[in-house]
């Protein structure tokens, strides 16, 4: 089952490479992320999925797989059936892949099973319902208010210098649908337990933050929805030329304007998620 025909297409071609190289090592395909929360977005989107199978792959396999299937944007974990019962914080790590690459040292995190336990969709295999995977809302939240600084809380400290990686990508339309977003997903969980796409998450972040904030949030949405915010040079002038020409398409008229609020929004989400976990324990 997959809704869009690119991701039909990359499924077929990942499949088709793998049981070539590997009979029968793909005992499952299913895939999460934007695919499986109905917020694919062809030009932008990654095709996120986890490969089951009975026991660990050999890296060799996985690379000559991932070397064969190219620079699609099929990303994802290589998990066996038993995997899928236990916390993940239990497993150590596990084979992770991006396109051609394959990472060997990846840390696997209970976002990917409750997605895939709540949201999954089957490509190969039974359905994740049919499955007995692990979800326990309790570690989920407590991953997540680690992560808002584990992450998101040094990503802002970097982006706040301008003449850094992350400063530069702020100024451009993937920064602002990267950082808008993403902290508004994890607090999104931390409110209702759930897993949120981008575009789910800025329309609660519209509902729950103040009027101050509605701008930058609408900016990410309208990015978001053009589907064009790329991670790359090219992606970066793109982004920066919205705030000149008429009509101008950004809400902004400056794209250190808008990296501005796009900072500061995120650590206004990060503290209130923060809180948010704090008041669970009250």
Request: charged share 25%.
């Amino acid at each position: 089952m997959t809704p869009h025909p690119k991701i039909g297409a990359i499924v077929e071609t990942y499949l088709s490479v793998a049981d070539a190289e590997a009979p029968g090592l793909v005992e499952g395909l299913y895939l999460e992320g934007s695919a499986a929360l109905g917020d694919y977005q062809p030009e932008t989107s990654d095709v996120d999925f986890v490969a089951v199978t009975t026991e660990p792959p050999a890296p060799g396999v996985l690379e000559r797989i991932h070397t064969r299937l190219g620079a699609h944007p099929f990303q994802g974990i290589y998990l066996t059936w038993d995997d899928l019962g236990h916390d993940p914080a239990e497993l150590g790590e596990r084979p992770q892949a991006e396109g051609s690459r394959l990472n060997r040292r990846g840390e696997p995190n209970p976002v990917t099973w409750h997605t895939l336990a709540r949201h999954g969709l089957t490509c190969r295999g039974p359905k994740p319902e049919e499955l007995e995977i692990w979800n326990d809302p309790a570690v989920l939240a407590a991953w997540i208010d680690g992560n808002l600084d584990r992450y998101w809380r040094r990503l802002v400290t970097r982006a706040s210098h301008l003449v850094s990686p992350w400063g530069l990508t702020c100024l451009g339309g993937y920064g602002t649908v990267w950082v808008v977003t993403g902290v508004s997903r994890l607090h999104y969980t931390l409110a209702t337990g759930e897993i949120a796409s981008k575009t789910a998450a800025a329309l609660h972040a519209l509902e729950t933050f103040p009027e101050r904030w509605h701008r930058v949030v609408n900016e990410a949405l309208r990015l978001r929805r053009d589907d064009s915010a790329q991670p790359s040079l090219a992606g970066l002038v793109s982004g920066l030329a919205e705030h000149f020409g008429t009509p101008r398409r950004s809400l902004y008229g400056s794209p250190f304007e808008r990296r501005r609020d796009v900072l500061e929004f995120a650590d206004q989400v990060i503290t209130a998620g923060h809180r948010l976990y704090q008041a669970r324990g009250d």
